[in-house]
């Protein structure tokens, strides 16, 4: 490196402000100044130990091996470069030398020492004597005869050393360590500023993801599990290696993953809570086969998770309480609805049983009349019938508005069953359904109104046969256990669209024509089984079938309960 001229460290200095401006990531820029520091020097290994304010870095690169060692090392006791030089990987005797450089401790008696504080050595095997007592020496143990050690100043709190190592015993003198000195200033600065340009960069990342974050999460108009999708895909733009990074939320069962997800040991991740309690969390990795040593998170990255998963508790436990509330002045509507419609149907149940009683009587008498034409007998009859549908619609309409209770009497399903089934098999044979029976033997008996039953069973054998214009399967079951009896009916028909499942047991509902069904036929099964201390299920598919579970609780014959 003899014979440069002051002007070639000038273009150096300026070369290395140019690289720094470029913003790259510190790995990537300690890198290419290696090189530069290769090419303009012609050492054989560069190492460089850095402290920032909340990472420490070591950096070492020989010019004849393509391996770089990059790593950061978090000290104990804070980030400063004592600790780093006493924890980094240099040659036995460098960590005194680089600590007594750091911290400019030399006297005019220490030999290898510049005005300026930096180290230089032109043979390595000759001790470093700090004092004229040869005890107070140290060896070095290195395969360079050359070595450089020159301090840099970053800030205020920030410092760091550049080692410069040549195999050539005095391949520098000392006027170009002094020389190197002004430019390793100039490093100092560029790293600074390439940190400046770098935080600000990251912060308005951060920001923009917060942003985006909070505008997707703030759109009602699209559901959660839709908003955490797009959650997931904006939080790997915000890390310092986007294309190396993906996100994953897990919310109680439920998981969303970025694009090209794939899990690894090198993650982030912050909880999801809800009222308190860990629900979920927000995790973050880096593709394991395509880490480094530098791919690692910033302590803003942290920052930034943790914040994230905040806000999306908040934005779960808002919604949430929205559902609820809508839920609850939903089930408050229907309740009114309800109550409004059944003192109506009461009310007109009434007024209309007598008259259509007294019609349903005249008819019978006039019926019985020996000299009625053949057409008034058939004119007659079609009175007397729809007297009759008529009747046993205002009963429904008493079922609803609970005007009739249950008669409590011991009651077996099976038994309901077959005899629902004497009055409408010959219809299912006509529809082309086949009916698939699998009762259980010796089914537990319950309390219950076998009337209102056999209602319920006709009811939902209707609707099965109805929903099956092609013809198709009709499977009823029952079955028990020591708390209650289940009844299944299942169609093999037509299904259900979501919108038609949430209306069914709405009174007057239906998607019948009006002479085939009054939208009565479900809530009255509905009130049914709720007036016996049950519940109805189902489950649909459209185009696939329809399946109704009632589940009625099981009660004990009296005998048993009195020897009980």
Same mark, same amino acid.
């Given at each position: 490196?003899?014979?440069?001229?002051?002007?070639?460290?000038?273009?150096? /200095?300026?070369?290395?402000?140019?690289?720094?401006? #470029?913003?790259?990531?510190?790995?990537?820029?300690? /890198?290419?100044?290696?090189?530069?520091?290769f090419?303009?020097?012609?050492?054989?290994?560069? %190492?460089?130990?850095?402290?920032?304010?909340?990472?420490?870095?070591?950096?070492?690169?020989?010019?004849?091996?393509?391996?770089?060692? !990059?790593?950061?090392?978090?000290?104990?006791?804070?980030?400063?470069?004592?600790?780093?030089?006493?924890?980094?990987?240099?040659?036995?005797?460098?960590?005194?030398?680089?600590? =007594?450089?750091?911290?400019?401790?030399?006297?005019?008696?220490?030999?290898?020492?510049?005005?300026?504080?930096?180290?230089?050595?032109?043979?390595s095997?000759?001790?470093?004597?700090?004092?004229?007592? $040869?005890?107070?020496?140290?060896?070095?143990?290195?395969?360079?005869?050359?070595?450089?050690?020159?301090?840099?100043?970053?800030?205020?709190?920030?410092?760091?050393?550049?080692?410069?190592?040549?195999?050539?015993?005095y391949?520098?003198?000392?006027?170009?360590?002094?020389?190197?000195e002004?430019?390793?200033?100039?490093?100092?600065?560029?790293?600074?500023?390439?940190?400046?340009?770098?935080?600000?960069?990251?912060?308005?990342?951060?920001? $923009?993801?917060?942003?985006?974050?909070?505008?997707? &999460?703030?759109?009602?108009?699209?559901?959660?599990?839709?908003a955490?999708?797009?959650?997931?895909? *904006?939080?790997?733009?915000?890390?310092?290696?986007?294309?190396?990074?993906?996100?994953?939320?897990?919310?109680?069962?439920?998981?969303?993953?970025?694009?090209?997800?794939?899990?690894?040991?090198?993650?982030?991740?912050?909880?999801?809570?809800?009222?308190?309690?860990?629900?979920g969390?927000?995790?973050?990795?880096?593709?394991?086969?395509?880490?480094? %040593?530098?791919?690692? !998170?910033?302590?803003?990255?942290y920052?930034?998770?943790?914040? @994230?998963?905040?806000?999306? /508790?908040?934005?779960? %436990?808002?919604?949430?309480?929205a *559902?609820?509330?809508?839920?609850?002045?939903?089930? &408050? =509507?229907h309740?009114?609805?309800?109550? $409004?419609?059944?003192?109506?149907?009461?009310? @007109?149940?009434?007024?209309?049983?007598?008259?259509?009683?007294n019609?349903?009587?005249?008819?019978? &008498?006039?019926?019985?009349? #020996?000299?009625l034409?053949?057409?008034?007998?058939?004119?007659?009859?079609?009175?007397?019938?729809?007297?009759? +549908?008529?009747?046993?619609?205002?009963?429904?309409?008493?079922?609803?508005?609970?005007?009739?209770p249950?008669?409590?009497?011991?009651?077996? +399903?099976n038994?309901?069953?077959?005899?629902?089934?004497?009055?409408?098999?010959? =219809?299912?044979?006509?529809?082309?359904?086949?009916?698939?029976?699998?009762?259980?033997?010796?089914?537990?008996?319950?309390?219950?109104?076998?009337?209102q +039953?056999?209602? @319920?069973?006709?009811?939902?054998?209707?609707?099965?046969?109805?929903?099956?214009?092609?013809g198709?399967?009709?499977?009823?079951?029952?079955?028990?256990?020591?708390?209650?009896?289940?009844?299944?009916?299942?169609?093999?028909?037509?299904?259900?669209?979501?919108?038609?499942?949430?209306?069914?047991?709405?009174?007057?509902? /239906?998607?019948?024509?009006?002479?085939?069904? $009054?939208?009565?036929?479900?809530?009255?099964?509905?009130g049914?089984?709720?007036?016996?201390?049950?519940?109805?299920?189902?489950?649909?598919?459209?185009g696939?079938?329809?399946?109704?579970?009632?589940?009625?609780?099981?009660? &004990?014959?009296? *005998?048993?309960?009195?020897?009980?």
């Open positions: 490196m003899k014979g440069k001229l002051y002007k070639d460290f000038c273009v150096l /200095s300026r070369d290395i402000l140019r690289l720094a401006n #470029k913003g790259e990531p510190i790995a990537s820029f300690l /890198s290419k100044l290696s090189e530069m520091l090419i303009f020097s012609g050492v054989d290994e560069i %190492e460089m130990l850095m402290n920032g304010d909340k990472t420490n870095y070591y950096w070492m690169k020989r010019k004849s091996d393509d391996n770089i060692i !990059f790593k950061r090392i978090n000290g104990k006791t804070g980030f400063n470069i004592e600790e780093l030089i006493k924890s980094a990987p240099l040659d036995n005797g460098l960590n005194e030398i680089c600590l =007594r450089v750091c911290n400019d401790d030399k006297t005019p008696e220490m030999r290898g020492f510049t005005r300026n504080g930096s180290f230089w050595t032109g043979d095997i000759k001790p470093v004597r700090f004092s004229r007592d $040869t005890k107070n020496e140290i060896w070095i143990e290195s395969a360079y005869k050359t070595i450089a050690i020159i301090k840099f100043i970053v800030n205020e709190n920030n410092t760091g050393l550049l080692l410069l190592k040549s195999e050539p015993e391949f520098f003198t000392e006027k170009e360590v002094e020389f190197y002004g430019v390793i200033q100039t490093l100092g600065v560029a790293i600074a500023d390439r940190r400046a340009q770098e935080a600000l960069r990251e912060r308005v990342k951060e920001l $923009t993801c917060l942003y985006n974050i909070t505008r997707i &999460l703030e759109n009602s108009e699209i559901d959660l599990g839709e955490l999708q797009k959650v997931v895909e *904006e939080l790997p733009v915000a890390l310092q290696y986007p294309s190396s990074a993906c996100a994953r939320i897990i919310l109680k069962k439920e998981v969303f993953s970025s694009t090209n997800f794939k899990e690894s040991s090198k993650f982030i991740s912050a909880s999801l809570k809800e009222g308190g309690k860990i629900t969390k927000v995790e973050v990795f880096y593709y394991e086969e395509e880490s480094s %040593e530098e791919l690692f !998170f910033l302590t803003e990255e920052n930034l998770i943790e914040a @994230v998963a905040k806000q999306v /508790s908040v934005i779960i %436990e808002r919604r949430q309480r *559902e609820e509330k809508e839920k609850l002045q939903f089930q &408050l =509507r309740a009114d609805r309800l109550a $409004t419609i059944g003192q109506l149907a009461a009310g @007109v149940a009434h007024e209309l049983n007598e008259p259509l009683g019609i349903l009587g005249y008819a019978q &008498l006039v019926k019985k009349d #020996k000299d034409s053949s057409q008034a007998q058939q004119d007659v009859e079609v009175i007397v019938k729809a007297s009759l +549908l008529a009747r046993e619609i205002i009963k429904k309409l008493m079922f609803f508005a609970k005007q009739m249950p008669k409590e009497v011991t009651t077996n +399903l038994d309901v069953i077959k005899e629902s089934l004497y009055f409408l098999e010959s =219809r299912c044979t006509n529809a082309g359904i086949e009916i698939k029976l699998e009762p259980e033997e010796n089914l537990p008996e319950i309390i219950a109104d076998p009337l +039953l056999h209602q @319920v069973m006709v009811n939902l054998i209707v609707n099965a046969i109805q929903a099956m214009p092609s198709g399967t009709l499977i009823i079951r029952s079955k028990g256990n020591n708390e209650e009896v289940i009844l299944e009916v299942e169609d093999t028909g037509i299904g259900m669209s979501e919108e038609t499942a949430e209306k069914i047991f709405l009174p007057f509902f /239906s998607t019948k024509d009006v002479t085939e069904g $009054t939208g009565l036929g479900l809530p009255v099964v509905h049914i089984i709720e007036a016996h201390g049950g519940k109805i299920e189902f489950k649909t598919t459209k696939k079938g329809t399946v109704f579970k009632i589940i009625l609780p099981r009660v &004990l014959n009296k *005998e048993k309960n009195n020897d009980e």
